[in-house]
Every structure is written in C-alpha cells, then in structure tokens.
C-alpha cells in the first residue's frame, strides 16, 4: 500500500427532512450568500424548505449558475457577493451549484489577477469565504471533496482546482430533494460516481484489499440501487443508497494508498467543453474505450472487476477483461447512456483540436503517464 494522507473535515448531515436544518450548522452571525442554479430547486419545494431553516435570512441570493458552470456567471457572483460583504455561502443544487459556490468563495478575496488563474495557472490562494451545501443531485461528490470545475465556454476550457480551504464546511443530503430529478439526471449521477470509483480502482494492485472491496461495494451498490432509483423515483432508500454511494465515491476514502488514475475525466472535460456533452456522458463514451486501450497495464485490476464486480466465470483472462468491460457498457445502455462519440454528433474529425491540445501540452496521462496524445487519439478512433 502507498503512504497517504487523509483528512475530511466536511459533516456530512444524512436523511429524510435534512434539507430544512442548516440553522443547527450555521453561525446567524453569518452574511450568508444563498446561491442556486436555474430554477429546480424553486420548482420542487427546497428552496423554501431551505429559507425556513436559516437561523437568518441570507444577505444576498444568487441565482442562475449553468450545469458546468461558467466563469462569466461566476465572477458576477463574485461583484455582487464583494459588494455585500458576503462571509459564508450557501450552495443548493448539484454539482454545478456547488462547484461555483467554491471558485466564488476563493476569488472573493483573491485580488492579485484574474481569479481565472486560480484555474489555468494554479495561482496560489490564501483565502476563501467558508461554504456549506444542500445538495440536490448525487454523483460529483462535490459536497464532500476540495474539487471544483469551471467553464469558459468563450475559451472552449474547461478546468478544476483543488484545495482545502473550499472544503464544504458542512454538507445536507436530504434524499428527498432528489425526487423531482428528471432521468437524465439521476442516470448521469449514478454513471459519474461509478467513473469516480473506477479512475481511483482500475490502476494496479498494490496490495490494498480493503480499499478494493470498498470501492467494489460502491459499484456494486450502484448497480444496484442506480436502475431502482430510475424505475422509483420516489423509492426512498433507493434514493439515499444512491446518495451515500455517490459521495463515499468521492470523499477521499477510496484514494487513500492506492494510485489514481483521472485519464478518463481529462479527456472527458475537453469533450464537455467542445460539443457540450453532459459530464457523465462524456464518461460514458471515454472510458471503455480507455480501458481497452489500458487493458495491458490494468490487466490484474480489469480481470478482478470482471470477477467481482459483474461475476464474470470464463477461464481465459483476455475474454474475461472484455466480458467485464462489455458488462459496464451495457449497465450504462440499460440506463440509457450512450458509448459512442456519433450519438452525439462528433466525428473523428471534430475531435482533432483536442488531441491537439494534449500534444501541445505535452499530456502524459493515467496512473503511469504513458497516456500520451497518440493514445488520446486512438481512444477517440475507438469509441468515434
Ligand atoms: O439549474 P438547476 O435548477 O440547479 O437544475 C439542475 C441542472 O439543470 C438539475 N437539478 C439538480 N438538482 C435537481 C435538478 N432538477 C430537478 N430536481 C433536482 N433535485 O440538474 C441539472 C444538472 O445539474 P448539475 O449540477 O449541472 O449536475 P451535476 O451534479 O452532474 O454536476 C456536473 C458538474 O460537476 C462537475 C462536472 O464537470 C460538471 O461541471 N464535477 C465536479 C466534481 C467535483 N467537484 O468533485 C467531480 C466531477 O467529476 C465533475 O467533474
Ligand atoms: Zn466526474
């Protein structure tokens, strides 16, 4: 096992009528900044179930962040969250929400350049506004983790930045808020957090059985509970197992010891930030076509997912490998997820300023950084 380090200091509060308890967590001291996305949580009740649990009403409401969240919008919040003095926000809705709840509390105070740098350069930050979350749409994890991912749709960029100091200072996930989500949403949410578990899972064996089998409990769990969730919206437990597999998917623990991966969420931003493909979709189509690419460096590691994850019993490894990638891409059909660049419109060709940008950058990507930009272009050959 590697040596790590782990420490996760957002409270995760968990269960049915949740969504109304930020007041238990919240200073009223607080010049709280409320900011959601384009209207759901206004349609389905959590608003007001949020409001009425704030110890005070919030100094100011932002309302409007995008799904993959825009730098422009952002930095509105960021002006007017500056001119009211803002010093704790609030963050209700997905990934999006939140993710723009954290590059807005680091660029409040970050005045040395463009708080884009924050993102492009890694420029350092010293500070940044403590935030909470209600989380409304399981699957980034982004509730429990440092990360956040922004876009710049003028730029055709899409980037991430992590860092301790936007850490949700607490995190509500009350599985009810998530019953008004459309099908689209809940699928992309269950295919998100299996890609999480995947990129920390499918590397190499270091000898670290218990963080395989939990990473395997989350897949399976997904598996499970993800076309449960689909076929009952409104099924509870289906909804909160769905809940706790996608943030236990990326909270940290899985990563502890263990190598990582992150190739297929690299070239997956690039695909969102060209054609606008959802970010699990974009998931979807990279990573079989990854994992076949990679199947000789992950060999032990895609031969025990075939085996314990998808049960598969043929004796010769090659065949069983594929039969256990095979199983994930028509796990992601059966959801209703595509695996294919042409369901949405992209051809090979398109896809050519993107291997250019990683040639130019000189990428090497994946758990021993032999992904470079030739390989990136295979996987597009492959899964065009
Ligand atoms: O705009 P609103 O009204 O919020 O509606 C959203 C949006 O249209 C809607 N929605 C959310 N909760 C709902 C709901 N509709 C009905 N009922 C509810 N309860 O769903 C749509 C998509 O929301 P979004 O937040 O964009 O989705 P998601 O949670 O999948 O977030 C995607 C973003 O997270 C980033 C992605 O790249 C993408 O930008 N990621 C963040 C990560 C992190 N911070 O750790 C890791 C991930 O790998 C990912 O990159
Ligand atoms: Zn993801």
Redesign the pocket.
Known sequence: MNNFTYHNPTRVVFGKGTAGHARKYLDPQKRVLLL??????K??G?YEQVLGGLPTPPVLEFGG?????EYETCMRGVEAAREAGIDFILAV???????AA?FIAAAIPYRESDPWDILEKGAAMSAAIPLGTVL??P????EA?A???I?RRARQQ?L?FIHPRVQPVFSILDPE??Y???VR?TV??VV?AFS?VIEQYMTYPVDSPLQDRQAEAVLLTLIEEGPRAVAQPRDYNARANVMLAAMWA?NGHLSCGVPGDWST?MIG?EL?AFFGI???RSLAVVMPALLREQSAAKHAKLLQFARRVWGVTAEDEGTAVEEGITAMETFFHDLGVETKLSAYDVTLEKTAPIVGRFRTAAARLGEHGDLDADRIEAIFRACA
């Open positions: 959601y996305g384009r209207g759901s949580v349609n389905n959590v962040i995008e799904p993959n969240p809705g997905g990934g999006s929400v939140i993710d954290k409304t749409l699957g980034t994890g982004s983790n990360a956040s991912v876009s899409k991430a808020t998530t008004s989500l459309p949403q992309n949410g998100d999480h990326l969420h931003h969102t959802d970010h699990a």
